[in-house]
């Protein structure tokens, strides 16, 4: 295939506009389905995706379609992934298209994210082809979602592409459009040796890892020897070739294609995504795209439930590693908790999948401390520090001043829950940055907000004061100086590790409250009067008393639901019924559990 019948591309939108069902479309109409599985959303290859319906891992797929000049094009569709907490993966796939289909929901118009994927996609100096999705429903507004494509993107609504990703409605002409509106690959710079960008990477069983490659110029053969740019090192290509979904091998991949190579590399850690591959006789000057190292933006400690499965956790870290390169950990030991690991993640769904995948592909009960964002601590005479983990909090007397990290927040919302969400944004901490009219009915709110104010119950609550209508997007904006200090619980008067968290100031006192609340309900009497405490800097703020055990007196029993996965019940059913000792009072690990998920 010619360089100028390729049409490289990738699907953009806000969460649940239909990118994936699109893609599948595509890709059945391009007669690939995976004729194995027969599953749909083919691209979506975790199970946890598939089930909550977001892309996690970007994929990609070849194929051709014979366009209406009767001539056949390749066409290579390169996924993204569609969440917030992705935006460096997104610009990595967007770096390997010419163009984009951004996709909006008719019956939703345009949202948060669909403004965030639209910036990337403009940086990346893309050809941006709008797609209205999901006409077949009644509540579709084609008209409205079109004077909103003009009106907050510039884009000019009437070339937008109306379609049903479900029915196929029109998709054929979607087909056609790429062709004829997305560039095909730019001229190859003479100037440079080969080069290829690496845009994803992936374990596979057999092969070690798969790096997915867009060559720019030249050619990689089968045999080459070839070098990365950045990482540094020379490799043999051992295999090359077009991902089908299977991955079939070719004896080379020139200038323009999209493809995969395989270089005995062991270990996705290895590999750093958005590296340029080039080849080590004839070395490029050049790099293709600025690597940025990618920085996680929220940490927690992650104990088993169970002592005995630390070397398990251990194990499916490691695992768990090989496919994700974001994913950052170190063991830490907690005198609450055990052994466990500190683990650093890009953001709140990172968090959230990691956990859920460990617990569901490798059958581990996890405890997890109150997430935490990375201070910048500054002292009189020594350097600055970093900290994410609360228990590393210095003695407050040789502090000097504290940062913390905010981000830029911007909410579009019908304007009529406007109110509600200031005021969510006032308890939060955030500061108004600006707010415009998308349409008459339509608001986007901007708003600077700390990114710990970010991690505690935003979202919920966001979606519960505009009834499910708002939609949010944030990027990193600033370290600001803050008044934080770090709550202490103790239990008896030991301080309990685990249950240290640094807040602002002001939200101490009831913060303190509400955990040493949940204790006093999960602790059982004593033969002694337990006093429970929260202390900022020694200072008690608040405390409850369980009074001593009398006779004939049953102890409190342990109820209430604490799990969302049956299947967990049992082993952490078994954990709950260990104690911890802290001091001489035993703490069931239930408490600890209910205390953490408050947070
Ligand atoms: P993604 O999050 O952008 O990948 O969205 P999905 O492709 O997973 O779609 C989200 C939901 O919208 C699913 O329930 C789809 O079945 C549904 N959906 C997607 N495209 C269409 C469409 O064209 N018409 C209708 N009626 N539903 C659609
Ligand atoms: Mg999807």
Request: with cysteine.
């Amino acid at each position: 295939i010619p360089r100028s019948h390729i049409r490289n591309f990738s699907i953009i939108a806000h969460i649940d506009h239909g990118k994936s069902t699109l893609a599948d479309r595509l890709l059945a109409l391009g007669k690939l389905t995976d004729e194995r599985t027969g599953k749909d959303q083919i691209l979506d290859s975790m199970d946890i995706e598939r089930e909550r319906g977001i892309t996690i891992k970007s994929n990609s797929a070849s194929f051709y379609w014979k366009g209406e000049n009767g001539e056949t094009y390749l066409f290579n569709l390169i996924d993204t992934p569609g969440h917030v907490d992705f935006t460096y993966e997104v610009s990595r796939s967007l770096a390997a298209c010419e163009g984009v289909l951004l996709l909006v929901d008719a019956t939703q118009g345009v949202q948060a994210q669909t403004l965030a994927n639209f910036y990337l996609a403009l940086e990346a100096d893309l050809y941006i082809l709008p797609v209205i999705n999901k006409i077949d429903l009644p509540s579709a507004d084609v008209e409205k979602t079109r004077a909103q494509i003009e009106k907050s993107l510039g884009l000019s609504g009437t070339d937008a592409v109306p379609v049903s990703g479900k029915s196929g409605i029109n998709v054929e002409a979607l087909m056609q459009a790429i062709i004829d509106k997305i560039p095909a690959p730019r001229e190859q710079d003479a100037a440079q040796g080969a080069r290829a960008l690496v845009f994803d990477a992936y374990f596979d069983t057999y092969r070690g890892v798969v790096e997915k490659i867009r060559v720019f110029d030249g050619e990689i053969k089968k045999g080459d020897q070839i070098s990365f740019m950045r990482k540094g090192g020379v490799h043999p290509v051992n295999e090359i070739g077009i991902s089908q979904l299977r991955l079939v091998p070719q004896d080379s991949l020139k200038a323009g294609e999209v493809g995969y190579v395989v270089t005995g590399i062991k270990n996705v850690a290895e590999v750093m995504l958005g590296d340029t591959i080039t080849l080590a006789a004839k070395p490029a000057s050049v790099p293709l795209f600025k690597y940025k190292e990618v920085k996680p933006m929220v940490f927690s400690g992650l104990f088993p439930v169970n002592g005995d499965d630390y070397p398990l956790l251990k194990e499916s870290m490691d695992k768990l590693a090989l496919n994700d390169p974001a994913l950052i950990y170190e063991p830490e030991s907690s005198e609450a908790l055990g052994f466990g690991f500190r683990v650093g993640y890009l953001g709140l769904l990172h968090m959230e999948i990691v956990q859920e995948r460990l617990e569901r592909e490798f059958g581990l009960a996890l405890l997890t401390t109150a997430p935490s964002v990375t201070y910048h601590i500054y002292f009189q005479h020594k350097p600055m520090m970093t900290l994410n983990n609360p228990a590393e909090f210095p003695d407050p007397g040789d502090i000097d001043r504290i940062e913390e990290p905010y981000v830029k927040v911007a909410i579009i919302s019908p304007s009529e829950h406007m109110g509600a969400i200031l005021q969510l944004l006032a308890d939060k901490r955030g500061e108004n940055v600006s707010m415009n009219y998308l349409d008459t009915t339509t608001v986007q709110i901007i708003y600077l907000v700390p990114l710990a104010e970010m991690i505690f119950e935003f979202y919920d609550r966001l979606k519960s004061v505009s009834r499910g209508y708002a939609s949010l997007d944030y990027e990193f904006a600033e370290y600001r100086r803050s008044t934080l200090v770090k709550l202490d619980i103790l239990v008896h008067g030991n301080k309990v590790d685990a249950l240290s968290m640094i807040v602002h100031k002001s939200a101490a006192e009831t913060r303190g409250r509400q955990v040493i609340e949940q204790l006093k309900e999960h602790i059982s009497k004593h033969q002694f009067v337990i006093a429970i405490q929260a202390a900022v800097g020694g200072k008690v703020i608040a405390r409850e008393t369980i009074s001593a055990l009398r006779k004939n007196v049953t102890a409190k029993c342990y109820g209430g639901d604490i799990s969302r996965k049956r299947k967990l019940l049992d082993k952490q059913k078994e954990g709950k019924k260990r104690m911890k000792m802290i001091g001489s009072v035993e703490i069931p690990q239930e408490a600890f559990l209910s205390v953490l998920k408050t947070g």
